[in-house]
């Protein structure tokens, strides 16, 4: 057998141990292949953003561009032996497939002739989010990539605008709103729908990679309608909450009135001490 032969084994026992196919492809000299049809997996580098429901398709496509009706196409996850999807010898083994894809995963058939391997999952379920590797082997040589699935929840992402007093300050109003991916933009805009300056702005990552964002204005003018929107080009979706701010929330209280009200509420409290010492002294 030739040098290239002994190669060509080495590297298929080292694709069983699975070592990561950057160090083989690296290490071996290309000439070595020439004969074989190479090819590599494109994916996305983007991850896939679904929502709860929803049907996706991970992108998998041989380049160059050539058949995989002939080729081992793998989806897996963690475990590579508990497939997502398993197609070989121009067959769809469903047999060893992980128990959570059954009847809900496909490949194209007529795109495979073109070597589009990609896969679709329906009805995605929030344990569908992660890494999903897309494995295509040849006889003599093999590819993958890996792409990530991020699973939305629109029933969970919560939106919520609030308001608080900031003593001498004028009001603060308060947007905060979950479940976004990737990292929403806010505006503010009052009645006659011209912006608002922003004083602060937090984002912060939740479990699972999605995104939540707190955000602030001050106001104290007297048009009193202010509108917190977000939106994400990414996923097409904006949300919007508004709310009027009554004149309650304007005072314009005098001291007096404010001292008033304060012993107003503190008399309750004088007439059961009082109540208290002239029952200890009658005692
Ligand atoms: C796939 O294999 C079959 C049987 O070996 C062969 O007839 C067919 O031409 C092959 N198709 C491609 C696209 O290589
Ligand atoms: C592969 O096929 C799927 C399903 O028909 C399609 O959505 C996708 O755009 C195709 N990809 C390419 C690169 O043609």
Same mark, same amino acid.
């Given at each position: 057998?030739?040098?290239?032969?002994?190669?060509?084994?080495?590297?298929?026992?080292?694709?069983?141990?699975?070592?990561?196919?950057?160090?083989?492809?690296?290490?071996?000299?290309?000439?070595?292949?020439?004969?074989?049809?190479?090819?590599?997996?494109?994916?996305?580098?983007?991850?896939?953003?679904?929502?709860?429901?929803?049907?996706?398709?991970?992108?998998?496509?041989?380049?160059?561009?050539?058949?995989?009706?002939?080729?081992?196409?793998?989806?897996?996850?963690?475990?590579?032996?508990?497939?997502?999807?398993?197609?070989?010898?121009?067959?769809?083994?469903?047999?060893?497939?992980?128990?959570?894809?059954?009847?809900?995963?496909?490949?194209?058939?007529?795109?495979?002739?073109?070597?589009?391997?990609?896969?679709?999952?329906?009805?995605?379920?929030?344990?569908?989010?992660?890494?999903?590797?897309?494995?295509?082997?040849?006889?003599?040589?093999?590819?993958?990539?890996?792409?990530?699935?991020?699973?939305?929840?629109?029933?969970?992402?919560?939106?919520?605008?609030?308001?608080?007093?900031?003593?001498?300050?004028?009001?603060?109003?308060?947007?905060?709103?979950? #479940?976004?991916?990737?990292?929403?933009?806010?505006?503010? &805009? =009052?009645?006659? @729908?011209? %912006?608002? *300056?922003?004083?602060?702005?937090?984002?912060?990552?939740?479990?699972? #990679?999605?995104?939540?964002?707190?955000?602030?204005?001050? &106001? =104290?003018?007297? @048009?009193? %309608?202010? *509108?917190?929107?977000?939106?994400?080009?990414?996923?097409?979706?904006?949300?919007?909450?508004?709310?009027?701010?009554?004149?309650?929330?304007?005072?314009?209280?005098?001291?007096?009135?404010?001292?008033?009200?304060?012993?107003?509420?503190?008399?309750?409290?004088?007439?059961?001490?009082?109540?208290?010492?002239?029952?200890?002294?009658?005692?």
């Amino acid at each position: 057998q030739s040098p290239s032969f002994l190669l060509l084994h080495l590297m298929e026992g080292l694709v069983h141990q699975g070592t990561p196919n950057y160090c083989i492809s690296k290490l071996l000299p290309v000439s070595v292949f020439v004969s074989y049809k190479k090819f590599s997996v494109l994916g996305s580098d983007q991850p896939i953003v679904a929502d709860v429901g929803e049907e996706v398709v991970l992108p998998c496509q041989l380049s160059p561009r050539m058949s995989a009706v002939n080729k081992t196409i793998r989806w897996f996850r963690d475990q590579i032996d508990s497939p997502v999807y398993l197609y070989k010898n121009t067959l769809h083994i469903t047999d060893e497939q992980d128990q959570a894809y059954r009847g809900r995963t496909t490949l194209f058939i007529k795109e495979l002739e073109n070597g589009n391997v990609s896969l679709g999952i329906r009805n995605i379920h929030a344990s569908d989010e992660g890494i999903y590797n897309c494995f295509v082997e040849s006889l003599k040589w093999y590819e993958g990539t890996q792409i990530k699935v991020i699973v939305t929840d629109g029933l969970h992402g919560s939106h919520t605008l609030s308001l608080k007093m900031k003593e001498g300050k004028g009001i603060q109003l308060g947007c905060k709103s979950s #479940g976004w991916y990737p990292k929403p933009e806010v505006t503010w &805009t =009052d009645g006659k @729908s011209q %912006k608002l *300056t922003t004083v602060s702005e937090t984002i912060e990552t939740e479990d699972g #990679g999605l995104f939540s964002v707190n955000s602030y204005v001050i &106001t =104290d003018d007297s @048009s009193h %309608k202010r *509108t917190c929107h977000i939106q994400n080009d990414f996923m097409k979706e904006t949300r919007e909450s508004s709310l009027q701010i009554s004149d309650v929330f304007f005072p314009r209280v005098s001291p007096w009135l404010v001292a008033f009200f304060v012993l107003l509420g503190l008399l309750p409290v004088a007439i059961c001490i009082a109540i208290y010492c002239w029952r200890k002294q009658s005692k």
